[in-house]
């Protein structure tokens, strides 16, 4: 396999990071990351945008939802329905 | 399902009923205000209504009602930050005619943890997640927040694999870069 560039790579990070390669695709990666510093950092900067997107936003599943909801909210959103 | 979108009155309101308190978690997390949370969550059913018709029975309900109310809840906090929507294109890294990338930084010096630990810096994520278009926006929600699956994905937003695949790259470079401007080292 030719030698991969760092557009190359960054290109195709996606299927890297969520591991969708071929095997000998991912050896020319790593091959890559090994001498080239730059697209290290890039690979852990676009891995670490996922995780904070993750962390800030997804749902805590441990955490039961507030059961402190007004009515006057629900009211609102029930008057609020188009057919109304 | 059928009740609620032909608009039965009882069906919507036991779906308020269930889906409220999950609702008003997401809101309140990303506003942290009482107020815009109760504005945000409202928001949500009305855009909920406005879709279900769309809704795809294939579909898990909660997790299309999860996009749903995350998606109000930034955009309540976008209108009041007053940002406007990014373009991706200009996000997006540039590379010389040898395949080099221009201006190449460090990797950001707090983890994801350290940085979402603090309450500001937590607001910082989802402010910049707010600022990404509607299309790119979706497809993170909905990959990477929810980790639903590319095919999943694809039913839910009525677009091809491919395009899942496309939007969801383009997005993260896109969110990558505005969080380096926030977070890499000085």
């Known amino acids: 396999m030719p030698e ?5 790579l960054i290109r195709f990070l996606d299927d890297y990071v969520d591991m969708t390669q071929s095997d000998k695709v991912r050896v020319a990666f790593d091959g890559h990351l090994k001498n080239c510093p730059n697209c290290v950092a890039y690979l852990k900067t676009y891995r670490d945008t996922i995780s904070l997107a993750r962390g800030a936003c997804a749902e805590d599943a441990a955490a039961p939802p507030p059961d402190d909801i007004p009515e006057e909210l629900i009211q609102i959103i029930l008057k609020s329905r188009p057919s109304d | 399902m059928d009740g609620l979108r032909s608009g039965d009155r009882d069906a919507f309101e036991t779906f308020v009923r269930l889906f409220a308190p999950r609702a008003t978690r997401i809101a309140r997390r990303i506003l942290q205000n009482e107020a815009d949370a109760a504005d945000a969550v409202q928001d949500a059913f009305i855009s909920a209504m406005s879709a279900i018709r769309h809704f795809r029975a294939d579909c ?4 299309w009602f999860h996009r749903v ?3 109000a809840a930034l955009m309540k906090l976008r209108s009041k930050t007053r940002k406007d929507i990014r373009s991706i294109d200009e996000l997006l890294p540039g590379f010389f005619a040898d395949g080099h990338r221009i201006g190449p930084k460090p990797a950001w010096a707090l983890s994801p943890d350290q940085i979402l630990e603090r ?8 402010k910049k997640i707010s600022e990404l278009p509607e299309d790119s926006r979706n497809v993170v929600l909905l990959r990477d927040i929810q980790q639903v699956s590319t095919a999943e994905t ?3 937003l ?3 694999e491919s395009v899942v695949k496309t939007r969801l790259h383009r ?3 896109a969110l990558r870069s505005m969080f380096e401007e926030e977070f890499e080292v000085a």
Not at chain 2, 119 to 126: A, L
């Open chain 2, 60 to 63: 898990q309900l909660t997790t």
């Open chain 2, 158 to 160: 009525g677009v091809s």
């Open chain 2, 171 to 173: 997005a993260r470079q």
């Open chain 2, 119 to 126: 309450s500001e810096r937590c607001q910082i994520v989802h």
């Open chain 2, 69 to 71: 109310a995350t998606n």
């Open chain 1, 4 to 8: 991969l560039s760092c557009q190359d």
């Open chain 2, 154 to 156: 694809a039913r839910q």
